[in-house]
């Protein structure tokens, strides 16, 4: 609850220091008063952007500091900080001429995130503007998530995580795509070396293979007549040696000292002998043609693209095809990569979409007790034959597609101001001083579900008719029995129902103007703002006055 709220320097305010007390508190004053500059400066404390231009002429800098008893729901958010949790929770926000502010919260600098994370548990500010906000149905859904008290910081957590990670899929899908191309200029690559089957030192090889294959007819020339020497003719080198093997071996047997010569010259008939059988084969196994030089000469030329691709040298072919045996390999790691993101992506869908379908059926459930009491709320502010219904409307099969961060459904609000007719949009049908008793009426319906223990009302009930002003006094006092309730008001009917009562006044003087701001105590000062606010000085305004008034101080 709001206890006290001090202003200094702050537009037209010199200072104000302003006492809260439960119930219902009203805020009167002329039009062009400055009772804005209140409710602007506790948007301040919350969090609102601060702008040198709010600094008066009363100094060089703007304070404004707000006293709450402490809500029990912000232990955590000190606790994290290291913060003292007492029982009281001061909010202090100083405005420099650079339009820089400083922020304490209990005394600690802090800063405006600071401020706006905790004051969703403070205040809950409603102007006259809002009923612009009927027009929106994502305003609609809020305000029924908030009657029904259906939190949505899970949904929302598991949304963001289930897009991110969606996105991440998205991200190796398109990965993929691009590597598709490179991976079928890899395998492409890969066979070309398969094919080839290149043996290491090969192209040596076979260079020298041409090089005998391009003089296969002079080598045979040379080893027919090299044949014919060692065997092929009379007098050839194998019958002189045999010739000479028999004359030895008669003197070894006259003299066995010759035996060792004898035996060395045998050695040498059989490596004759040897090398002319390898003469021979040699010369049986050349080709009877250039077939096989158009082959050596076809794999050079095979070798040679291989080396002008992927060269410069053999080292370089096989290194490359180790190359794309590794990428290859990363790329069947980013497709199991791709297959474990899809289930991650799967789980994460089905859980969104269950919990969806749980916050939808609990909004069908909760949105015939929030119409009844709308409704009921718009009967007592002058629409006795309005019709108000909120409409859930969800897809018939849902998909994880259609789940956003608020769920899958639609919140609608439809109504009619009179019987027979059929109910459309409020955005449709609805004039002006309508939305602004339907807003009133989610207002006080909210009002008794709402977790903040500070409503206020900024000029709400501006376009309804004076009948109906009473209505919405008692309406306002209704919700101040559980929540403390401000409201700034035109209205007699709903001042005289308050509990407390401050008033805003201007003031102008010859080099200056200022806007006083005040607490209404006594009888006579309470009576003489009603008086004015019924617009007149007389005698009998006076008595009406009073006897609005007269409940207030018998219960005082």
Known sequence: ???????????????????????????????????????????????????????????????????????????????????????????????????????????????????????????????????????????????????????????????????????????????????????????????????????????????????????????????????????????????????????????????????????????????CQD????IKDYLYDLPQDNSRLRKVDERLFKIRELKRRFGPEIEDIFSYRNKIERELKGLDELSQRIENQKKRVKGLQERLLELSKKISKRRHEVSRDFSSFVLRELKGLNLPNASFEARVISPPTPEPSDCGPKGFDEVVFYFSANP???????????SGGELSRILLALKVVLGRTTEHETVIFDEIDTGLGGEVAENIGKKLKKIGESSQVIAITHFPQIAALSKGHIQVEKILGGKETKTLVRSLSREEERVQEIVRMLGGETKKAKEYAKEMLGPFFRRA
């Not at 010199?14 to 602007?40: D, H, M, N, R, Y």
């Not at 090398?275 to 390898?278: A, D, M, Q, R, Y």
């Open 275 to 278: 090398i002319f059988l390898s």
């Open 420 to 430: 027979g007719r059929r109910m459309e949009p409020v955005s449709k049908v609805a």
């Open 1 to 271: 609850m709001l206890r006290q709220l001090i202003i200094e320097n702050f537009v037209l305010i010199e200072k104000a220091e302003i006492e809260f007390g439960p119930g219902l508190t009203v805020i009167t004053g002329e039009t062009g008063a400055g009772k804005s500059l209140v409710v602007k400066a506790l948007k301040l404390i919350l969090g609102a952007k601060g702008e040198k231009r709010l600094i008066g002429n009363f100094g060089k800098k703007a304070v404004i500091q707000a006293l709450f008893d402490m809500p029990k729901a912000l232990s955590e958010f000190f606790e994290e900080r290291g913060m003292d949790v007492s029982d009281e929770l001061i909010l202090r926000r100083i405005i420099s001429p650079d339009g820089k502010s400083r922020i304490f919260i209990n005394g600690v600098l802090s800063t405006v995130q600071d401020l706006k994370s905790i004051s969703p548990y403070l205040i809950s500010i409603s102007s006259q503007h809002e009923f612009q906000k009927l027009g929106d149905p994502e305003n609609h859904k809020r305000w029924l998530d908030e009657f029904g008290r259906i939190e949505l910081f899970e949904l929302k957590g598991l949304f963001h995580e289930t897009k991110k990670e969606e996105e991440a899929l998205s991200r190796l899908l398109k990965l993929r795509s691009r590597e598709s191309e490179k991976r079928l200029e890899l395998e492409r690559d890969a066979r070309l070396i398969d094919e080839l089957a290149l043996k290491e030192g090969e192209e040596e090889e076979l260079i020298r293979e041409r090089e005998i294959l391009r003089e296969t007819e002079r080598i045979k020339r040379l080893g027919n007549e090299l044949y014919r020497h060692l065997d092929g003719e009379k007098g050839s080198v194998l019958e002189r040696l045999s010739e000479c093997k028999i004359l030895l071996d008669r003197l070894s047997g006259i003299d066995e000292g010759l035996r060792s010569l004898f035996e060395r010259l045998e050695s040498l008939f059989i490596e």
